[in-house]
Antibody, heavy 118, light 110 residues
């Protein structure tokens, strides 16, 4: 079955760079049509789409955070990495990675809470 | 790319039907038949309930249905049950392989 799990620091300081890893199983990111996306959710607030990487290494970013985000994949390790630069307290959120083989996200990780504070 | 607009809350009694709206623009909801809906219980990850406007993934109850008219998509829950109490989010494809989520709706079962 398909599973995804996010990992990374739980606390980062303002201005630092956040690096999150999504480790998955049950599918291959070299299969045509497959993608892995990142979505975040500040405490008590709505979901926000961040980024998506496809099997062919096509990468897409949400317009509001595009300048701060980089998404990469390591197919051999079954991992997708998201980096976000210049972190700010407003970036405090639960960050989710999710699988996509349709135009939707059908499998989600459990999420990881990242707090930005000095 | 602004968030899609959803009502903050919708409520209904057990057995009733409720509908959640999701309003976007011709650049997202109105431009593509790629609206999805997610259910999120407190402290849990979102769960896909509807994709491609009206398709249900395997295992999702047929009490959940989706539709779209113009720039507004809708999720209807029929035969409301206590377990349906959760937050619901719509999501639309917005072109160039980007997506936008809705503002979220809290469903309360009275």
């Amino acid at each position: 079955q398909i599973t995804l799990k996010e990992s990374g620091p739980t606390l980062v300081k303002p201005t630092q760079t956040l690096t999150l890893t999504c480790t998955f199983s049950g599918f291959s990111l070299s299969t045509s049509g497959v993608g892995v996306g990142w979505i975040r959710q500040p405490p008590g607030k709505a979901l926000e789409w961040l980024a998506l990487i496809y099997w062919d290494d096509d990468k897409r970013y949400g317009p509001s955070l595009k300048s701060r985000l980089t998404i990469t994949k390591d197919t051999s390790k079954n991992q997708v990495v998201l980096t976000m630069t210049n972190m700010d307290p407003v970036d405090t959120a639960t960050y989710y990675c999710a699988h996509s083989s349709i135009v939707a996200y059908d499998y989600w990780g459990q999420g990881t809470l990242v707090t930005v504070s000095s | 790319q602004s968030a899609l607009t959803q009502p903050a809350s919708v409520s209904g009694s057990p057995g009733q039907s409720i509908t959640i709206s999701c309003t976007g623009t011709s650049s997202d909801v109105g431009g593509y038949n790629y609206v999805s809906w997610y259910q999120q219980h407190p402290g849990k990850a979102p769960k896909l309930m509807i994709y491609d406007v009206s398709k249900r993934p395997s295992g999702v109850s047929n009490r959940f249905s989706g539709s779209k008219s113009g720039n507004t998509a809708s999720l209807t829950i029929s035969g409301l049950q206590a377990e349906d109490e959760a937050d619901y989010y719509c999501c639309s494809y917005a072109g160039s392989s980007t997506y936008v989520f809705g503002t979220g709706t809290k469903v309360t079962v009275l």
